[in-house]
């Protein structure tokens, strides 16, 4: 039988390429979308896509439910990956702000990672990869709302794959730099919902960063392809000895090296120049 993964957030970017990469490679592929629409796109190309919304238990509960009864019950992986950004200076993000990005960066991932556990402890064996990022590592200016889901999830799965420890259930983190994808698209609607950033004190510094959020640019120096994931994300599933973290981008790295060489006001000289 064809091993079997549950990826979220599969609409675009990193979890579109993970579901064609693995499907290409025999998996069964479960990518699962918040819209019909795009599952609709998925199906197109031979993926099954379950609608599954992170914000809504209810929803995540008759995803999972809907992928047990196609595969008689077993999932060999989960893949959190669904995430949103909302950029903003960190004094101008309202709590309702942090509620709706915490909801989906994290909270549902718990909550669909927590229901697929007894799963896998029945079946003895499964993998369980989340989609941290740099930021997991290392901060940046505007970036603070998403930044605080990320540096929780990577303290959240360092304890659950200690807790996992002798189960036979692997943890994974994936700490992916610059991407290509409609991350800074996507953010938009929630930038505009939470941000005030015309009464803001730091109005000037917006309008100077505007134009970074809503013209569309070419690749960052650093920024690779959706593939560059998606390779360590087969490591991580099919390895016999997956590793705990997998820096992805050399951004990724030199934020590793500062965190562990450089005392704290060095690092944040070299970030607050970004």
Not at 17 to 29: F, I, N, P, Q, S
Not at 134 to 151: D, I, P, Q, S
Request: glycine share 8%; charged share 25%.
């Amino acid at each position: 039988m064809a091993r079997s993964i549950l990826i979220t957030g599969a609409s675009s970017g990193i979890g579109l390429d993970a579901a064609r990469g693995l499907h290409a490679r025999g998996w069964r592929v479960f990518a699962s979308c918040r819209r019909p629409e795009d599952g609709d796109r998925l199906r197109a190309l031979g993926i099954e896509s379950p609608l599954i919304d992170v914000d809504d238990p209810d929803s995540i509960a008759a995803g999972l439910d809907e992928v047990l009864a196609a595969t008689g019950g077993t999932l060999d992986a989960l893949y959190n990956n669904a995430a949103f950004a909302c950029p903003g200076a960190v004094e101008d993000l309202p709590r309702d702000a942090l509620r709706a990005i915490f909801e989906t960066n994290l909270f549902g991932a718990l909550d669909l990672t927590n229901r697929v556990i007894p799963v896998m402890r029945a079946q003895g064996q499964g993998r369980i990869v989340w989609c941290s990022s740099v930021l997991g590592l290392v901060t940046a200016k505007w970036r603070g709302a998403y930044v605080a889901t990320k540096f929780a999830m990577e303290g959240l799965v360092d304890t659950l794959r200690l807790e996992m420890r002798g189960t036979g259930i692997h943890v994974s983190l994936l700490e992916p730099g610059p991407i290509t994808s409609r991350i800074r698209e996507n953010s938009i609607p929630h930038f505009e919902r939470h941000i005030d950033w015309e009464h803001s004190a730091r109005r000037a510094e917006y309008e100077r960063l505007l134009h970074r959020l809503y013209k569309a640019r070419g690749p960052d120096r650093f920024e690779l392809p959706p593939e560059a994931v998606t390779r360590q994300l087969i490591h991580a599933l099919e390895s016999a000895a997956p590793r705990p973290r997998y820096r992805i981008t050399t951004p990724t790295r030199l934020a590793w090296a500062m965190r562990r060489f450089l005392p704290t006001r060095a690092v944040d000289h070299i970030l607050s120049r970004q």
